[in-house]
């Protein structure tokens, strides 16, 4: 029996693992919660709209605020749970094509090995000859190997989307790998799968001369025309182009949600072709401390020029440090939940005003526009990075935050008078700030 006929029968027994009715229990399960969550809401709604009617001042108006944002988390958590959901599903219908195609495969090597078998049978019964049942053999196996690298095709696609999906989920279930039948997997492993998209990328860039010159070129909307290159570039990395402001923006499941934020990564910023005026660049961080929780936050700003002078932009990226964390110092990770940002960057000309574009909360999964990171990056070699201002409005959570956000802003701003920074706050409902960075 030939080890290739072994291999795909242990390639289809790994994608058999999976359960698609888990899956679906699962979807099934974040949705029951969800209508419950939202009923809850309808409850606590009720109340509060009794309430108001009779309590004003003090512990009333309190108790009222606290119901308001009862409310909003119910919101929030009954997002979350629609999300998921949906995620589930999408690993549900990429299993069950894996599964059914893994099946039709086996069945094919199953009709390449009886048919191996029946040529040595043959022979040992005194039919046929030495010669050609060696010419056959070799035949039939190579028939067994494109089995194998077309099922092993079909698998990583599937470890594809269980990837993405696996980043959106990782912070609202935590379980997506196992759920699926596969084991969570570490950077080394993530890595790993991207590499081994680079082949059927660079596939696809041969067989389209178009493509080859926008490789060549740098020229990133020639080449996120092309679907499949664009899903897979969406799915590890989160980048995708915004046709309405022509920018780039990135999802919350981009690689960089995974890892986090250093002190060490603004140090790579030459490799990796940008130049960029940054809020921390001489060590002193926008950064404060909840005196309530001991979490500490962390508010980034970059602008400038990328991919090596062809493109602008500009970010604002948000993290926090959980209290006690035992992460390197200059660590933090990016902002989850409650604790995400929804932000308006506006990009423009600090001499003549002139707007290059804005992301109005683009990137974050959902209609929330809540994300940890806005960022907006255009090709255009011709802009002058020198002349590039930022404007943003920054809402979150709670006045607390907001206030706490601000003074941070402001004391940096003061002790930086060259960043040409200016905060101002906004409204109490939403708690928002809003700034202007002319450096």
Known sequence: MSSVFDKIRHVADQVEKGSTTDLDDRARACRATKEAVLDAKVLVEAVRVQLAECWRGGAGESALTSLTDFKKNRDDQAQDLEESAMSFEVVRDALSKAQGDARSHRADAEALEKQLDGVWNDLSRGEGNIVSAWAEDKVIKARAVVVLADLERIVLGYDAVLLAEGLKLRTKTGQVWELAGSEKRNLAEIAAIMLREIPGIA???????????ALATGNWELLLQNREIAQKIYDYLGFRYVADGDYYTTGEHSMQSFLGWHDFYDKLEKLIGADLDATGDDGDNMEFTDPKTGKQYRLELWKGSYGFGGAFGGEVGFYTREPGSSDPAGYFDAAQGDDQIKVSQT???KTTDE?????????ADGSDKKHFWNLGIRTDPDVDPSQLAQRATIEVRDIGLRDQLYDEMT???????DQNLIVTKTTDDPPALSYTWEK
């Open 203 to 213: 596939e696809l860039v041969k067989n389209d001369p178009r493509l080859k010159v």
């Open 347 to 349: 990009i423009y000309n």
């Open 355 to 363: 707007v290059y574009f804005t992301n109005d909360g683009h990137g």
């Open 411 to 417: 004391r940096w701003a003061e002790a930086h008078r």
